[in-house]
């Protein structure tokens, strides 16, 4: 069932606005507040937080749910700054809670969001602060600091988001992009069910402090917060590779830098992949450019960091995960050279990027999981097909 155009405009709406949102590890309120707006918008959804503080996300007719519920998940933190103390009069101590490399920080401008408002300001230098497990930095500020707070959030200075080109460049697609495409398949799967279809039992759960080693996700698991036998499915923006570009469509992680995702739940997602699209995600040896489905899709590792995946699967739950191709991951800029120390310019926070069309294709085959995800892959039907058709080779 295709989505109308204007509900595709709607729902870059909710990516625009909610990528902009400032949230940090531990600080997630603004976007909490968001969810709990949009779910307020939605006679037929609940909302509801666990001990340790994620949000989850329901259906209310559905009762009590199946006894295999899908649980989308998504992170609600970016890399960013807290206030940690107030120096001087317009000095600020600030952490770092998420991975940015020491050589964009040096002279960047950032903008602490105070209560009565935002406030720019420059990092000068790093803090020796051993006992702390983040980086930390002094912001010294435009003006004063009366008014700042402990624990206010701070961001880097960036241009308001913008679609331009097919993408969007924006201050947090990691992970709120992901956000917004949850939200935008519960939105049209409700739609669906209002209008008679059949959907399976799918719930949303939005984690806290995934970019300080998976706090929020470890929580849900050791509180119990996830239902015994339920098929997650972990959303994230992951770093663009030249084999997984930006605009190649979503990706179905097997895997990350840390571990393999559950095989054949990774498997269904990936054959729900190939119903939508109508084909595979990549040319096979015998295909040309031009077999592969307009609709396209990926399938990879990316190895290039780690998510929340590996951590359902290593609390021993069945979890996969699907991403979106990002560009200046974690705001970093001409990151490869940066590494490579082959850059020519100093290293520069930039606004991140995704593709509208990747982020479409991800509500697309999200909303296929939560019409129909099959128990298992198409491997063993598959194989079993071969068999019958093919054994007489071995003779006898």
């Keep these: 069932m295709a989505i109308p155009e204007e509900r595709r405009r709607e729902h870059v709406a909710w990516l625009t606005e909610v990528t902009q949102i400032p949230t940090a590890a531990g600080r997630e309120s603004r976007v909490v507040a968001f969810i709990e707006r949009w779910v307020g918008q939605r006679a037929d959804l609940s909302l509801r937080r666990d001990r340790a503080g994620n949000v989850l996300v329901g259906r209310r007719e559905a ?7 899908i649980l989308v998940t998504a992170h609600l933190d970016h890399p960013a700054f807290v206030v940690e103390r107030v120096v001087g009069p317009a000095t600020l101590g600030l952490s770092f809670r998420g991975g940015v490399m020491d050589d964009y920080f040096p002279g960047t401008r950032v903008v602490v969001h105070a209560k009565s408002g935002p406030l720019g300001g420059v990092v000068t230098e790093k803090l020796d602060e051993p006992t702390s497990p983040f980086t930390n930095w002094l912001v010294d500020l435009d003006g ?3 008014a700042v707070a402990v624990g206010d959030v701070g961001t880097w200075d960036l241009p308001a988001g913008e679609v331009s080109d097919g993408r969007l460049h924006t201050n947090a697609c ?17 739609r669906q069910n209002r209008e008679g279809e059949a959907i399976q039992d799918v719930r949303l759960l939005f984690t806290l402090a995934e970019e300080v080693g998976f706090i929020g996700a470890i929580a849900a698991c050791r509180e119990g917060t996830i239902p015994e036998g339920a098929r997650l499915i972990a ?6 590779f030249p084999d997984s570009p930006i605009g190649g469509g979503p990706i179905v992680r097997v895997g990350d830098r840390m571990s ?3 095989p054949a739940l990774t498997a269904a997602v990936a054959r729900r992949a190939q119903d939508v699209a109508g084909g595979d995600a990549s040319v096979l040896a015998i295909q040309k450019e031009s077999d592969l489905p307009g609709w396209r899709w990926q399938r990879k590792l990316m190895a290039g960091g780690a998510c929340e995946a590996s951590v359902f699967c290593t609390y021993g739950h069945e979890a996969t995960c699907l991403c979106l191709p990002l560009g200046n991951y974690h705001n970093m800029g001409d990151l490869a050279a940066v590494q490579a120390g082959t850059n020519t310019e100093p290293a520069t926070i930039r606004r ?12 697309d085959l999200l909303v296929a999981c939560g019409r129909d995800l099959p128990a298992t892959g198409p491997m063993r039907e598959k194989f079993e097909k071969l068999w019958q058709e093919r054994s007489f080779v071995l003779g006898g």
């Design 144 to 146: 004063s600091a009366d």
């Design 174 to 190: 990691d992970d709120l992009a992901a956000v917004a495409a949850a939200l935008a398949m519960m939105d049209e799967l409700g």
């Design 260 to 262: 393999v995702f559950s």
């Design 63 to 69: 009762g009590g749910g199946s006894s295999r519920p």
């Design 352 to 363: 991140e990027c995704i593709s509208i069309s990747d982020f479409a294709g991800l509500v």
């Design 235 to 240: 959303l994230e923006n992951s770093r663009s």
